[in-house]
């Protein structure tokens, strides 16, 4: 069965330092997503992705953060310069927007632990 | 505005009972869809159910049936005959077709089945 994938799985950084957190989505799907989970709390919306533009992000989704697709087969986020606060579980998922029983359904890796020190 | 609330934060039961976690949604789209995920302790999110708005015809699959309200405003999920495998957190989540494709989730309710 068809899965995201989320390479690393664990990712320890210094403060400061610039992260790219890598995903692999469904191959099919055209709508991308990242979304945070800081421990014990909610998931969080950060920003989705389409035809090879941001479609809508969230207030968290700040200056520091960008996605980009480099190819046809990855979608990565890059924290420029890590604070303490964006240690987080880190979801990238897709979905496919066509019609059908599938439709907005997002399908979510197993996350990215980042850790900030 | 906080859309989707779980009252409930923690649940326990013992093997085999039935269990009914509780969502509670806020939205002025008329057109949306619910969904709910399991997080295991491996962490993953995995799709359970999703239920769209113009349809409130519950259903059941399996060990898993939902009840969807749009008078309440409810989208309550059930396990029933509950196994140890289903201790996990499970999130009820919202999404609207006038802020595009972004999922709103509760804050989760954490489930566990007791042997």
């Known amino acids: 069965e068809p899965e995201v994938t989320q390479t690393p799985s664990h990712q320890v950084t210094q403060m400061g330092q610039e992260v790219i957190l890598r995903c692999v989505p469904i191959?099919?799907?055209?709508?991308f997503y990242w979304y945070r989970q800081i421990l014990g709390q909610k998931v969080e919306f950060l920003v989705s992705f389409y035809n090879n533009e941001i479609s809508e992000k969230s207030e968290i989704f700040d200056d520091q953060f960008s996605v980009e697709r480099p190819d046809g087969s990855n979608f990565t986020l890059k924290i420029r310069s890590t604070k303490l606060e964006d240690s987080a579980m880190y979801f990238c998922?897709?979905?496919?927007?066509?019609?059908?029983?599938?439709?907005?359904?997002?399908?979510f890796g197993a996350g990215t632990r980042l850790s900030v020190l | 505005a906080q859309k989707v609330t779980q009252a409930q934060t923690e649940i326990s039961v013992v093997e085999k009972e039935d269990v009914t976690l509780d969502c509670v949604y806020e939205t002025r789209d008329t057109t949306y869809y619910l969904f709910w995920y399991k997080q295991p302790p491996s962490g993953e999110l995995v799709f359970l159910i999703r239920r769209n708005s113009f349809d409130e015809q519950n259903e059941i699959s399996g060990r898993y049936s939902w009840n969807f309200q749009k008078s309440t405003s409810s989208f309550n999920f059930t396990i029933t005959a509950s196994q140890v495998v289903d201790s996990a957190v499970y999130f009820c989540?919202?999404?609207?077709?006038?802020?595009?494709?972004?999922?709103?989730f509760g804050t989760g309710t954490s489930l566990t089945v007791i042997p």
């Open positions: 191959s099919n799907h055209l709508y």
């Open positions: 989540a919202l999404s609207e077709t006038i802020t595009g494709n972004q999922f709103y």
């Open positions: 998922a897709s979905s496919d927007p066509s019609t059908g029983a599938a439709k907005n359904i997002q399908y």
